[in-house]
Nanobody, 124 residues
Framework: HVQLVESGGVLVQPGGSLRLSCATS????????MGWFRQAPGKEREGVAV????????IYADSVKGRFTISQDTAKNTVYLQMNSLKPEDTAMYYC??????????????????WGQGTQVTVS
C-alpha cells in the first residue's frame, strides 16, 4: 500500500521561504518520478516541479522557476520542495505525487499515479 505524507505547510509572509517534505512508503523499489502539485481555491490542480528517480531530470512550472527547488533523499524515500521568494499567488494546497505513467507530460496531474493528502501553504 503506497502512502505519501506531506508536511511543512504554514502561513508565511510574502518574500519568505518554506520547505515542504513528502515521506513515502509502501513502494517496492523506487517510483520513476516524484513531484509537487498545487491547487488554489477555484482553480485546477497544476504541476509545480517533478524529479526523476535518478535526479537527472527535473521539470519546473514557469511560474516557480528560479524560486522553487525540488530535491530528494533516496535513502529516506523523501522528496522536498524548497520555496523561496514566496508570493501571495503561491497560496494553495500543495500535494506530493509519485510514479509517472508516461515518459512525457510529467507536470500534468493525470500522469501521476499516487497522491498525498496535501499541506496548506498560505502567503499573506
Amino acid at each position: 500500500h503506497v502512502q505519501l505524507v506531506e508536511s511543512g505547510g504554514v502561513l508565511v509572509q510574502p518574500g519568505g521561504s518554506l520547505r515542504l517534505s513528502c515521506a513515502t512508503s509502501g513502494y517496492t523499489g523506487r517510483p520513476n518520478c516524484m513531484g509537487w502539485f498545487r491547487q488554489a481555491p477555484g482553480k485546477e490542480r497544476e504541476g509545480v516541479a517533478v524529479i526523476s528517480a535518478s535526479g537527472g531530470a527535473i521539470i519546473y512550472a514557469d511560474s516557480v522557476k528560479g524560486r522553487f527547488t525540488i530535491s530528494q533523499d533516496t535513502a529516506k524515500n523523501t522528496v522536498y520542495l524548497q520555496m523561496n521568494s514566496l508570493k501571495p499567488e503561491d497560496t494553495a494546497m500543495y500535494y506530493c505525487a509519485a510514479s509517472c505513467r508516461y515518459s512525457v507530460g510529467w507536470l500534468l496531474p493525470p500522469t501521476l499515479s499516487y497522491w498525498g493528502q496535501g499541506t496548506q501553504v498560505t502567503v499573506s
